[in-house]
């Protein structure tokens, strides 16, 4: 241990002389408890890096790189951006260095507004303040707090999906950090293979520090949450899958509909959250696609017109113990029927030794409309051959640590059941969103064995020295 701490240590101390303290801070700087406070999860902010790296701009992040890769792999070190994946490790490091890069987040539009250059370190709440004076958007996250380049690289899933594919497929340019520091661009023209790589392959290349998306002319939107009755499930099943296996998909549409079990009180609640981007909406009005969603009886309803910056801008979440997991299957009301009777059967008699647990399952639709934009171009391996699907999203939240081994194993027994269930009709899907994926899942070996080879020869070319794989532990690698 002493051994490694110095190494560390070293590594810090060289960083520190090079750059100096307003880019390197250490335990008990203003700067470096900023950082630590930002994490989404406790699992993340509980980790302790030796130093972390604030760099500003472009040509210093490349200077850490080069100073790191120099070093060796004794210098390990995380990247982040808005820190919202949970699993420990992702975007934190104990005893390493961590890069917080949230001051890469410069937005500039084109002058023919057709793209918008973006720092990785920005939210998208952000990117849609900036572009909506323009009438604009672009394939962004959902929640406005999440950071622009996790999801961008782990495919990216939004509102505007069904009309322009994965937020990766609108992503023009990739401005690259490499191992050895050498910044390069990586689009259709230069360097196109990491350019496709980059679409899906998460962090497996070196540091991304900007991403050129292609913008949306986009005016209000239509959203918000309606709350049912659990005992009215079965119409809200059937509206969802409706929606999400129609022929004819609305590209104007997305939807999730989320199941939520509370450990303590022992209910289920069920909700949705529509949200309409189709053009010129002024009226509160039901398009005809949410009609027979929102025929159900309702507890609450708070869709209204608005706007995406405004949408996006999600309530903070206090740090908890959070855990991500995710599946994708064949759409069938039926089959989220006997996911609900599953879910109560292995959750209703848990009980968290210490404070509570709530757990949140998100069911999304994944129709031919998203996969079809981008298949080929990306490495996701999904096309509109797979037909519609939907993916779930299951992510216990729980308050004491204490608790985390045994929801984490309860989380897995939870899974593999809701597959198994789904494999022996035939509705299980191979494919896994790298962004919804727990820390235990393959999510790129899930794209096919064709692309995940693609995707490491990739590595060896612009990273033979595996800087990636071997400095960078955190995340989805090409083990």
Known sequence: MAIVATSVNYCCDQLL??????VISFPGNASYQTTESSYWSIQEASLTPTCIATPLDTNTTGAIIHILSS?????????????????????????GVTIDITGLNQTVLSADEKVVSVGTGA?????????????LVVAGGRNGAVGVGGLTLGGGISYFSPRVGYTCD????????LAHGKVVNA????????????KGGAGNFGLVTRVDLATIPQGNILGGSVAHNTFDREAVFKAFTDIAGAINYDQYASVVTSISFNSTSKGWSVASTPVYTGPNITTNATPPVYQELLAVPQLSNTIKVTNASTFSAEPAIPPLNWLFETGTYGVSASLMSQFFDICNSTLYDFDAPAGWVVW?????????AITAKGAGANVL????????????LISPLWTSSNSSTLVTAKDKELLANLDAAADKIGLLHKFQYTNYAGPWQQPLKSYG????????????????????QRQVPGGFKLH
């Open 17 to 22: 002389s090079a750059l100096g303290p307003s």
């Open 71 to 95: 070093l060796g792999p004794s210098c390990q070190l995380a990247i982040k951006s808005q820190g919202h994946a949970p699993a420990a490790g992702f975007a934190n490091i104990e005893d």
């Open 123 to 135: 939210s998208w709440s952000g990117v849609y303040d900036y572009l909506d004076p323009y009438g």
């Open 170 to 177: 609108t992503v023009t340019n990739f401005e690259v950090v």
């Open 187 to 198: 689009n259709a023209s230069v360097n196109s293979d990491l350019f496709r790589a980059l």
């Open 360 to 368: 949140s399952l998100a069911f999304e639709p994944f129709p031919t």
């Open 381 to 392: 391996g999904t096309s509109p051959a797979d037909g519609n699907s939907m993916i779930l």
């Open 449 to 468: 064995w064709k692309n995940y080879g693609f995707l490491k020869g990739v590595s060896k070319r612009y990273d033979p020295k595996g800087f990636s």
